[in-house]
């Protein structure tokens, strides 16, 4: 009997060895969870925290960074409004193969119910309930998401839900209960040397959620540039990712466009940062251990959406807590983005290496 299901048990070891395997190529199997580890050179995990009815954003990030010194992280938390910025290099850090777990010394630690956060004068303690999470068989970038030894993977998965607890940043203390939820994961070789983003919550409909993400992404010399959408519609989550859709960004002077198009669907999105200052946020060089500000962010954008379905308009909304980032590794590029948008980075900051 115990050879018998030894024997029996073999194929499921084998499947589950392959699939590891194939993993720390930074692709998915159909049907896999790229929540955790991926063992990838960088690993980001990043949550967004909607209140409207405070007007309060507040972020969070982690990213795990691979070094032969051992892991370590990139966190950061900023909260709108407050222009509250805190971020660390952390010395050392884990995230699981087979769970959603993070951890980041004693500054971080996050499974798929719960966050905290202790940096600085900022705490922030979050749980997280009635998620509503990514329903496909293959994540954001369609088909992509199962191709082996891409620089760069993106995978929103969480696209609403209700969170519960508080943020103090020094004495103030504030509520985040019944805020709306949004969390992604992104994992690669590192940033691209130009990329934009954006995210937004906080629409009339509360069941509404955009996320895009791209970037310039370069082989010697030539180069594209990329990006992939996501939209949930009520209880319908819709992929905008190549090649079954054709996906257009474009990031001047402020303001944010998108264009998606799919067969079924097609969407338009136009945001504005101009009404608030921008966060900068850290950007990890996992070789050298020490994070670089190199992120724009604003926390609270105006954003405009419209949504058509077989022809016909489904959503028109708009939001004033919409997240709209751009950045670069490149310091000629970054210098000039920090211009447009009035940051004062002369010269480029450098964050110190690890603690």
């Known amino acids: 009997m115990t050879t018998g299901g030894a ?6 070891w084998l499947m589950r060895r392959v699939q590891r395997a194939y993993r720390r190529t930074g692709a998915d199997l159909p049907g896999g969870d790229p929540r955790p580890t991926h063992h990838a050179e960088m690993e980001g995990w990043f949550w967004r925290f909607t209140d409207v009815r405070s007007g309060r954003v507040v972020v969070a ?3 795990v960074n691979r070094h032969p010194a051992g892991s370590w992280a990139t966190v950061a938390v900023a909260v709108h409004p407050g222009d509250v910025v805190r971020s660390a290099a952390v010395g050392s850090a884990s995230a699981s193969a087979h769970d959603y777990e993070v951890h980041a010394g004693n500054v971080l630690v996050a499974d798929g119910a719960s966050l905290a956060v202790h940096l600085e004068d900022v705490h922030l303690a979050v749980r997280l309930d009635h998620l509503v999470g990514w329903p496909h068989r293959l994540g954001a970038g369609g088909i992509f998401s199962a191709v082996p030894f891409l620089g760069q993977y993106w995978h929103p998965h969480v696209l609403g839900g209700r969170a519960s607890g508080t943020v103090r940043v020094g004495h103030e203390t504030w509520t985040l209960d019944g805020a709306n939820v949004y ?3 992104n994992w690669g070789a590192g940033f691209p040397r130009w990329w934009w983003w954006g995210q937004a919550q906080g629409f009339a409909r509360r069941d509404v959620c955009l996320a895009f993400g791209g970037g310039r992404l370069a082989a010697g010399p030539f180069g594209a540039s990329v990006t992939g959408c996501v939209l949930r519609l009520g209880s319908e989550v819709v992929r905008f990712a190549p090649p079954a859709a054709i996906v257009r960004a474009g990031v001047d002077e402020g303001r944010w ?3 998606a198009r799919r067969r079924g669907w097609r969407l338009e999105a136009e945001g504005h940062g101009d009404w ?3 966060a900068l946020l850290p950007v990890p060089l996992p070789a050298e251990r020490r994070n670089i ?3 724009l962010e604003h ?5 405009r959406l419209r949504a058509w379905k077989d022809g016909t308009l489904v959503l028109d909304d708009h939001t004033r807590l919409a ?3 751009v950045g670069s590794t490149d310091d000629d590029r970054f210098r000039q983005l920090a211009h447009d948008a009035g940051v004062p980075v002369e010269p480029v900051v450098a964050r110190p290496s690890v603690r």
């Open 276 to 278: 608030t200052a921008p």
């Open 257 to 259: 466009t998108l264009r």
């Open 183 to 185: 969390a992604e994961k």
């Open 299 to 303: 926390l609270a954008a105006r954003l």
């Open 7 to 12: 024997q029996q048990d073999q194929p499921s």
């Open 61 to 63: 990030l982690c990213g």
């Open 323 to 325: 997240a709209l980032e």
């Open 293 to 295: 500000d190199r992120d």
